[in-house]
Every structure is written in structure tokens, then in C-alpha cells.
């Protein structure tokens, strides 16, 4: 897939050192944006130091509805470069209700291995996932889960034995709560 004329141009607006003209190119995406455009709010999250911004990129990644997002979401999340972004990036996820099912060992991985903040938001897009996912993969995760789980903290043993609660009972479809 090649980037079209539309997305050039948003991209390069986002790189503005207008911080209004940010926040207006911002609001237009949400109007018509796709994974091309969401690495370049990714990025713009990780690079800008003024709030204001970083509210509104995080604001427009929670509501995104784009299927062509997650494995954008899931790159920038693995990506040591956006670690300082990790947390929100995760939040996003559960946020934004896009399906990361076949994304379930990367989140694992995530609860496991990173501080707790991060870990939580990663369980929460457990807790939140739905879709099919194949049984020796979920064995798998479990045992990782499990092992894990003979030197975790007392915070990290939580959220471990919270996995082994939820990961064999991931529906299939959403779930809608009234």
C-alpha cells in the first residue's frame, strides 16, 4: 500500500512547529486517517514535549476504529524508541476497542516483563480482548505465564494469576456491557 497525496500532507503538517496548526491538522484526521497517518501520530506522541498535544494524539488513538491500526500500535508498543510512550500506546489499545487477539503473546510478554503501570494497561487489553484465539498458542502463553510466576512481585503475581483466569475464557465476539 502506497501513501497517498492527503496523507504526505497531514504527515507533513504534524511535523509543524505550530503547535496550533498541530492541533488543527489533529482534529482533520480524525475525519480521515489510516495506519499511514497513525505512525505519524506515533511518533509526533513520542517527539512533542507540549501537553496539549500529547492529549489530543492520545485522545484521537483512543478512538480510532481503523482495523489497519493494530499492527501499527503493535510495532510502536514493541519499538524501544516509543518506551517512553509505552504506557499510553498500551492504554490506547483497550481504549480504542480494536481487536489485538492475535496479539495476545506480545501483551503477555508486556505484563511480564515490563513495570507494573505498563503491565496493567496490558492486562486491561487482555481483559478486554475478544476473538478466536488457537488453543496451543493460549497453552503456550500459560505456561510462559506460570513460569513467570515463580519470581514475580507480589504486584506482578496478581496480575499473573489474573491472566490464569481470563486467558482460556477470551471470547469470541465482543461483549457489550449495558
Known amino acids: 500500500m502506497t501513501i497517498d497525496v492527503k496523507s504526505k500532507e497531514i504527515l ?13 491538522t489533529i482534529d482533520k484526521i480524525r475525519e480521515s ?4 497517518i497513525v505512525a505519524g501520530l506515533i511518533d509526533l506522541l513520542h517527539e512533542t514535549d507540549l501537553p496539549e498535544i ?38 490506547c489499545c483497550w481504549q480504542n476497542g480494536l481487536t489485538y487477539n492475535e496479539y495476545l503473546p506480545v501483551f503477555i510478554d508486556l505484563v511480564i516483563n515490563e513495570e ?28 510462559k505465564v506460570k513460569d513467570a510466576l515463580t519470581n514475580a512481585t507480589e504486584q506482578k503475581a496478581y496480575l499473573l494469576n489474573g491472566l490464569l483466569a481470563i486467558v482460556h475464557d477470551i471470547p469470541e465476539e465482543q461483549e457489550f456491557n449495558d
Not at 482495523?67 to 518506551?83: G, L, M, N, Q
Request: charged share 35%; hydrophobic share 45%.
Open 12 to 24: 507533513s503538517n504534524l511535523k509543524s512547529t505550530d503547535p496550533e496548526f498541530i492541533l488543527e
Open 33 to 36: 486517517g489510516n495506519r499511514f
Open 54 to 91: 500529547k492529549k489530543s494524539v492520545l485522545n484521537l488513538l483512543s478512538e480510532l476504529k481503523n482495523k489497519e491500526s493494530v499492527p501499527v500500535f503493535i510495532e510502536a508498543i514493541k519499538d524501544e524508541k516509543y518506551a517512553g510512550v509505552r504506557k499510553e500506546l498500551v492504554a
Open 116 to 143: 507494573f503501570q505498563v503491565a496493567f494497561e496490558a492486562f486491561t487489553v487482555i481483559e478486554n480482548m475478544f476473538g478466536r484465539v488457537e488453543d496451543e498458542i493460549i497453552d503456550k502463553e500459560i505456561a
